[in-house]
């Protein structure tokens, strides 16, 4: 098996973000929003990787990156609002049956995008991917 690192996290980080935009093209509205929630999780997991941190689920992710990255200040808030939005969304579609719009769709994308652009624009200002 091939050693684990920031950059193969992150490279599933930008697949994912770029399933949802292909998902989006074809008006799989649902899936689409399942797609760029899991390019934001890898992203923190990418994040968390980098600081030694490893979580177990969903919920530990979402708050050691909370703890780590925006309450310290070392990433902006708006990221967590992104989270939260873009997890709603994929808990509402998965767990609720509810039909994800296109214009919902299309946020969750730009939320996956920001987050995952500030999580790379993070770990090369921190050296962790060149």
Same mark, same amino acid.
């Given at each position: 098996?091939? %050693? ?9 980080a930008?697949?994912?973000l %770029?399933?949802?935009?292909?998902t @989006?093209?074809?008006k799989?509205f ?7 929630? @899991? ?15 490893q ?7 979402h ?12 990433m902006?808030?708006?990221?967590h ?24 769709a299309l946020? $969750?994308?730009? =939320?996956?995008?920001a987050f995952? %652009? $500030?999580?790379?624009?993070y770990?090369? %200002? =921190?050296?962790?991917?060149?």
């Open positions: 098996m091939t %050693e684990l690192t920031a950059g193969r996290i992150m490279k599933k930008a697949d994912c %770029e399933d949802s935009k292909w @989006f093209d074809r799989l649902d899936v689409c929003a399942y797609r760029a929630y @899991f390019s934001i999780y890898h992203s923190i997991q990418g994040l968390l990787f980098v600081s030694g941190v979580a177990k689920d969903h919920s530990q992710a708050s050691k990156f909370s703890e780590m990255f925006i309450k310290t200040g070392l902006d808030i708006s990221l609002k992104r989270l939260k939005r873009t997890f709603e969304m994929r808990q509402a579609s998965d767990y609720q049956y509810y039909k994800v719009s296109g214009q919902e946020k $969750s994308i730009e =939320n996956a995008a995952f %652009e $500030s999580a790379i624009q770990l090369k %200002e =921190n050296n962790h991917l060149k």
